[in-house]
């Protein structure tokens, strides 16, 4: 098993120089006053395709050979991803053929398909994403970047922590879980800061993974408004450095989140989608102490239909 | 009359540093394919305050003597500028008095409350907010923190266009225009562009002053969505460098700016409040020719009612 290290991480803030932006870190009065800490929010919804994905894709996609890359790539996501690896894909080049959810948020469907990906849409419930992932990639020889669990990806994740240690040094980093991809790149990124991983209620793998000392999985089916952080189980790599690096995890009600996105409407002027507002929610419920410290909450995207917006606005 | 130079403007960005935020400039590949253009979006929503106003009246306090800041500070204003003078007001430690029209946005007047102001409304249509304000100001001896017709004001301003030129050298910028204030201050800013005001339909007094060779005017009393940019005329010093400095002026209907705010809520991840989507408006819609250039767009504030936001979405 390869874990990254900050080289790798060095290397991927190279290749993704000119294709991933730098986002911002944002800064708001009340968000300090409410929590007593010095919050600066990563604004990873501002990044290319509205997520902190681009980081990976574009990185693993830079690392490929010019001959295996030129046959194209092969990625399945909720959403995200898909958008990141078809963006990506056509900054490169080269075909994408993307494996998504049905259900998947029409925005993140739609932005694949204009990206000039082909789409294969699967039912979430009764469908298993990585056979039907594995059926493709072997018919087309297509090269398989994985959403989280593969040293590339996980690396051009840590890109974002890497751009906060160059501003602040944080006491604290509050980030999405989900497979955990985010969250172990920033974790080796910032070696000094105390990383929790934030999940949505019901979900909870990486919360019950760190209490058993095991790898835990989500019961198959859940629904959350969270669309982007409902992963079966972390990844052989991610669970490695989960389990040795993160400070904790645990998890936050729907009504939360949504009231964080209703906050950053009114007050940061940033639309985040539920997954992206997962952090700054157990930021503004006090879940994780963070009193007096320095705090990086990681706004990891912003991909959200008008209406879970609007019904997150009037919550 | 004081024109600001560069040099004003250099020694505003040293006034207001570590109180105004630099803010990013946000690209979209969407936006650029859509217009043909490479485009920067400045996210002045993104400034403290939630507008770029926070940069012209951190300069102008921090300008005054210590012995007539201690006195207290007066502002009038119809929302982003009353924000602007209570938070900066409260930064210094000074008291604030703003007058605001009684039909602001409820997130401008409640914001300018929550920053330890006292607000005096008026009605917007029957009574003149400069008599009220000098009235005020005579006495209780306040310092008038001017909305735009302030040399101090207008450079501090400007500092949005230095920024814009320390990171690219824009072709065009589109700016909305109102008082002339943040339109004027980045011209003198960046030389080198040429700059367009964009005015809201029925309220385009530049536009009208540009072609005339005269100062004009807008009937009082007239409304629109777009509620920061519905000043009756321009200031001395703001119509003579908007004559000499200004390429051009131009207006946009009100259903253009509330499609703006919808693809920057979809695309850019951005709040826009009706009057900073009106320049991304101008650019979308090919109302000024941008093909091929670099163009700066400035998106000048979000400080929207969730009312009004939802409605643009919905357009």
């Known amino acids: 098993m390869m874990i990254p290290t900050l080289d ?9 120089k000119g294709i991933a932006v730098r986002t911002p870190l944002v800064r708001n009065d009340l968000l300090d006053e409410i929590t007593g800490a ?10 290319r395709g509205g997520a902190f994905k681009m980081r990976g894709a574009t990185n693993a996609i830079a690392a490929l050979t ?11 996501s909720s959403g995200n991803h898909a958008i ?12 994408a053929t993307i494996v998504m959810p049905a259900d998947a948020p029409r925005i993140k469907l739609d932005t694949t398909r204009a990206n000039g990906a082909e ?17 493709v990639s072997g018919e087309r020889g297509l090269a398989l970047i994985k959403p989280f669990d593969d040293p590339f990806v996980i690396a051009g994740q840590g890109t974002a922590g890497r751009e906060i240690g160059e501003e602040i040094s944080p006491d604290i980093v509050l980030c999405p ?15 000094q800061a105390k990383l929790f991983a934030i999940e949505p209620e019901g979900h909870d793998d990486i919360t019950r993974s760190l209490k058993s000392g095991k790898r835990e999985r989500n019961a198959p089916g859940i629904r ?3 669309d982007g952080l409902l992963t079966e189980e972390m990844g052989d790599i991610t669970y490695e450095i989960a389990r040795t690096r993160f400070a904790g995890a645990l998890s936050i009600p729907e009504i939360e989140v949504k009231r964080a996105m209703a906050f950053a409407f009114r007050n940061l002027k940033l639309v985040l989608e539920p997954s992206g507002a997962i952090a ?11 009193k007096g410290k320095t705090v990086a909450v990681i706004a990891s995207g912003g991909n959200v239909d008008q209406p879970t917006f609007i019904d997150a606005l009037n919550a």
Do not use: H
């Open 38 to 47: 010095r919050i600066w929010v990563k604004a990873e919804n501002l990044q």
């Open 66 to 76: 010019p001959e295996v890359r030129a046959r194209g790539v092969l990625a399945f």
């Open 177 to 191: 879980g989900s497979g955990g991809g985010l969250a172990s790149g920033i974790a080796i990124a910032l070696p």
């Open 8 to 16: 790798d991480i060095a290397a991927a803030a190279e290749r993704i």
């Open 119 to 135: 789409v294969i849409t699967y039912d979430r419930v009764n469908e298993s994403r990585e056979a039907i992932g594995a059926k």
């Open 280 to 290: 700054l929610a157990a930021a503004l419920t006090g879940a994780v102490e963070i």
């Open 84 to 95: 990141a690896v078809s963006t990506a894909a056509r900054i490169f080049g080269v075909g």
């Open 224 to 226: 959350s408004i969270c």
